[in-house]
């Protein structure tokens, strides 16, 4: 029998590089646990208002938060 396991990855940062790579690792179906040290850029995130630009980026943030893909600590 063939189990189905959960694929989980965990980001250390969610700066420039470690939030648009978390975003496209939830696009590709994988669980990812987001790691930043700065509170206030978490809840900017969270409020969905991330301070870097990336085209529809609010977007997928909504989206991910809402379906439990991606989690931010």
Do not use: A, H
Request: aromatic content about 8%; overall charge positive.
């Amino acid at each position: 029998m063939i189990s189905k396991k959960k694929n989980s990855i965990c980001v250390f940062g969610l700066g420039y590089v470690g939030l648009t790579l978390s975003l496209v690792l939830c696009e590709k179906k994988f669980n990812v646990y987001g790691i930043e040290k700065e509170k206030n850029k978490i809840n900017d995130i969270l409020n969905l208002k991330p301070d870097l630009y990336e085209p529809n980026l609010s977007n997928k943030i909504k989206k991910n938060l809402n379906n439990k893909r991606l989690k931010i600590y």
